[in-house]
């Protein structure tokens, strides 16, 4: 057992926080603890930076599979699991750099999924307690929010947070709708959440501070199937409204 | 059928493999044992055995075994055990017969033990793990903690073998520690929470604080050191155990097994791989000192 008392930040520390930080084009190449490495695409939510996430970890996945333990999208990075035992920190590092030194960041990305969804919403009542809340503060009727809401197909930008939950987005206009305040409890599973312009659908009970603005019958997690979603990133998701409950 | 039935057992106590490895992906976090070293000890001591083990924690386990003569080990912390009224040593290789009683209770350090069979725990295998992942309740019995009067099967199955490399010497805690080191690497936030916030953890200890369980150990801080720090409104993005996030109001979190798979909350440190097993088994209280190490000295501890 150590009982060294630290010393805090050292100057070596330091450098190497930096140098976590030094970047090739706007990607970042981020330890996170000492088996995984993060590849950052970008901090502000934007659709080319999330594309570049999915597409560059399916590059992963191919590519170094037998070397890694997992490659997974976030909404802008893509997660390296390794066992440093099997791989050595600065090989992966360069192997990564590598495949990104082949995949071109200045290129506007194209919507590489060929898989299209249809989900239909029962738009406020019951199921979307805070449907009325997130249309009046966008000075909205119902009926002018659920059409901008369903007009255009969505990217499905990533999963997470809890099982089979996936973000689809990005709705442009609005991205500054802030989250609740307060948390609301026990949101069922096939909740359709709205913040920060997006839209996250539920798949088991969750505690959000997202608005709940309607329900649909989808459920995107089943563990007893292999594998147990429906919707994977880069997916692309076409909404509408099921017509009940929009008044 | 061999099997056994639990008549007494400490909350959040659970079936446990090596864990979930594939689940992030689809929004699950790997689970598996608090501590991996106590759990592979169980292991090394049948030479061979299941792959699953019971995990329990701090209060211990008891149950009753039904069925043929049957290997069993028990490893993790320093607890007390009894087979029918006689005491064990700990950690605890021996042969259970039909009828024996096994009473495991709590010693003077750990919060969590392994009791493992030479038969597998007869729970389904879901995304290739039998692991139970208690925030997502999924895994192990219907994705819950064990309870009292629970029977579980003990089937054969293709036995794993403990290998010569996958054992470290286990590092246990003295038993009169009550201030512990925990090494850490920057965390994901740390560049832009800034020098001052990192710099800040190493100024005083924290402490273990009475809300831990498989998702996270609670830190008390008497300093609030971070009840000011910037909220920095994130991107939601991975998150790994052993990840130290800053909640709203200051508080501490060293997120553990069942961890969320992602996370907005900003994560100032990262505890290295090799110090998370120990910190699973520090109880409520414990003074935690942290000590800032190069990624390049945590590679070469392992």
Redesign the interface.
Same mark, same amino acid.
């Given at each position: 057992m150590m009982r060294v008392r630290s010393k805090g930040c050292s100057k070596t520390l330091m450098v190497e926080l930096a140098s976590q930080n030094r970047k090739r084009g706007h990607v970042k190449l981020q330890p996170l603890g000492d088996r995984a490495i993060l590849v950052v695409f970008g901090t502000e939510l934007q659709l080319n930076a999330n594309r570049q996430a999915i597409q560059f970890t399916k590059i992963v996945e191919e590519k170094l599979t037998p070397l890694i333990i997992g490659a997974n999208s976030n909404l802008l990075s893509c997660l390296v699991r390794y066992d440093p035992k099997r791989v050595a920190y600065a090989t992966l590092r360069q192997e990564l750099q590598m495949l990104l030194a082949s995949f071109d960041l200045e290129k506007l990305r194209a919507h590489e999924g060929n898989k299209i969804h249809e989900i239909e919403i029962t738009y406020g009542g019951d199921a979307g307690p805070d449907f009325e809340n997130v249309h009046s503060n966008l000075k909205l009727s119902a009926a002018e929010f659920i059409e901008q809401h369903t007009a255009l197909p969505l990217d499905v930008l990533a999963l997470g947070f809890s099982p089979g939950f996936f973000y689809l987005g990005l709705h442009e206009n609005w991205r500054d709708f802030p989250r609740r305040t307060e948390l609301r409890e026990n949101v069922p599973p096939g909740s359709v959440l709205f913040a920060a312009g997006q839209t996250a659908i539920t798949s088991v009970p969750i505690r959000t501070g997202w608005s709940v603005i309607g329900h649909c019958d989808l459920n995107n997690f089943d563990v007893h199937i292999d594998p147990p979603v429906k919707l994977r990133p880069g997916d692309f998701v076409e909404l509408s409204a099921k017509g009940q409950g929009n008044e | 059928m061999n099997k056994i039935v639990l008549q007494r057992v400490s909350p959040h106590s659970t079936v446990q493999d090596e864990g979930r490895? !594939?689940g992030?992906?689809?929004? !699950?976090s790997a689970s598996g044992p608090m501590d991996r070293q106590s759990f592979a000890h169980t292991l090394a001591l049948l030479g061979q055995g299941a792959s699953s083990a019971l995990e329990f924690t701090m209060l211990g386990l008891k149950f009753t075994y039904h069925g043929q003569s049957m290997p069993m080990a028990a490893a993790g912390g320093a607890f007390s055990c009894t087979i029918n009224g006689q005491p064990q040593s700990w950690p605890l290789s021996t042969q259970l017969n039909d009828g024996d009683v096994v009473d495991v209770t709590t010693g003077h350090s750990g919060m969590y033990g392994y009791v493992r069979f030479n038969d597998e725990l007869n729970v389904p295998t879901?995304?290739?793990s039998k692991a139970t992942n208690l925030a997502?309740?999924?895994?192990g019995l219907d994705g819950r903690a064990l309870k009292t009067g629970d029977q579980i099967e003990l089937v054969t199955s293709d036995s794993i073998e403990q290998t010569a490399q996958s054992i470290s010497p286990i &590092?246990t &805690?003295?038993e009169a520690?009550n201030?512990?080191?925990l *090494?850490i690497?920057?965390?994901?936030h740390?560049?832009l929470l800034g *020098?001052e916030a990192?710099?800040s953890l190493? &100024?005083a200890p924290f402490s273990i604080s009475s809300s831990t369980d498989r998702m996270g150990l609670r830190l008390n801080d008497p300093e609030h050191r971070f009840a000011k720090i910037d909220k920095l409104r994130? !991107?939601?993005?991975?998150v790994?155990?052993?990840?130290i996030q800053i909640l709203g109001e200051g508080t501490p979190v060293i997120l553990m097994r069942d961890h969320?798979?992602?996370?907005g909350y900003p994560r100032i440190a990262?505890?290295?791989?090799?110090d998370l097993d120990r910190a699973a088994q520090l109880r409520p209280n414990t003074r935690i *000192?942290?000590?800032?190490i190069?990624? &390049?000295k945590?590679?070469q501890l392992?």
């Open positions: - | 490895i !594939v992030l992906k689809y929004g !699950v879901l995304l290739g997502a309740h999924i895994g &590092e &805690e003295d520690v201030e512990v080191t *090494r690497l920057p965390g994901l740390a560049d *020098r990192w710099q190493f &100024e994130l !991107v939601s993005d991975a790994v155990p052993g990840d969320q798979p992602t996370g990262t505890l290295i791989d090799k *000192r942290f000590q800032s190069t990624l &390049e945590a590679h392992l």
